[in-house]
């Protein structure tokens, strides 16, 4: 099997755009379902309602891979899996490093999908000197100074950053100065790499803050339904929810009436 330093993924170089990239390993989550359940072929409007995406999109994904289906029939599942699967890169062995051994940076440790979506957690790298040799996930902890070793030794080109945010520069700088080429980013910071490093971003606390704000204007809705048009603003406009409008620190943020800021 080849590791990951000797290919990289073809999608680029095919000219497939990036919304594109980001559909795929949805498409491929939904038909490894079906694999499993012994689900020979599958039509688009079917794939599409598993993956979340509408059939003309997903449609028009799959042109870029080459694969239209057959009319009347669909797409031949374990075809689709396999064929995703070598343009996502994942018919290859990645060794990943994961740098940060908290509560978080251990739990990706023991996170069971990166051995079968074809991601090898090759190493644990911690500062902390108390934490060296220490199994997690049956993996032994080692120091940060070893860091530049590691990546050499196991041809590392993926690294996983899940250190506090005043530290994740300093760690992404060492990963891409040692030949890391591609970050996934837990930090609740924003990184500066430069051309030809590709980062991704993983903010839990930005996505909960999305979803207050979606809860907030919902509960806006309702009041302003059950009150009336006549109960807002001049216009019509849906009264702020209670606990907004009394100013609570716990629902007022620096900017207005929106939730508080979540500490990273």
Same mark, same amino acid.
């Given at each position: ?5 000797? /290919? ?15 559909? &795929? ?7 490894? %379902? ?10 688009? #409007? ?9 059939? +003309?999109?997903?449609?028009?994904? =799959? ?45 990706? +440790?023991?996170?069971?999908? =990166? ?8 190493? &644990? ?31 590392? @080109?993926?690294?996983?950053? +899940? ?18 080429? @591609? ?29 207050? =704000? /979606? ?18 603003? #001049?216009?019509? %406009?849906?009264?702020?929810?209670? %606990? %907004? ?18 500490? +990273?």
């Amino acid at each position: 099997m080849a590791t990951g330093r000797t /290919h990289r993924p073809a999608t680029r170089s095919r000219g497939i755009p990036e919304a594109t990239v980001a559909r &795929l390993p949805l498409y491929l989550r939904a038909l490894t %379902a079906l694999s499993e359940r012994s689900v020979p072929t599958v039509s688009s #409007e079917e794939l599409a309602a598993a993956a979340g995406v509408n059939s +003309a999109k997903l449609r028009k994904d =799959f042109s870029y891979l080459g694969s239209y289906g057959t009319r009347g029939v669909g797409y031949d599942v374990e075809y689709l899996v396999y064929q995703i699967s070598r343009e996502l890169g994942l018919t290859q062995d990645w060794p990943v490093v994961i740098v940060g051994i908290g509560n978080l940076g251990a739990a990706l +440790a023991g996170y069971g999908g =990166f051995a079968s979506r074809g991601f090898r957690v090759a190493a &644990l790298i911690d500062a902390d000197p108390a934490m060296t040799g220490k199994p997690v996930a049956g993996i032994p902890v080692q120091h940060s100074d070893d860091l530049e070793k590691i990546i050499d030794e196991d041809g590392v @080109s993926i690294g996983v950053i +899940a250190t506090p945010a005043g530290v994740a520069q300093q760690v992404c700088d060492r990963l891409v100065a040692a030949g890391v080429t @591609s970050i996934l980013n837990f930090a609740p910071t924003v990184l500066s790499v430069p051309d030809g490093v590709d980062v991704r971003k993983v903010d839990l606390s930005i996505e909960l803050q999305i979803l207050a =704000f /979606h809860e907030q204007r919902k509960a806006g809705e309702e009041a302003g339904a059950e009150n009336g048009p006549e109960t807002g603003t #001049e216009t019509g %406009a849906p009264t702020a929810p209670p %606990a %907004a409008r009394t100013g609570s620190s716990s629902r007022k943020g620096p900017d207005g009436d929106v939730p508080a800021v979540m500490p +990273a």
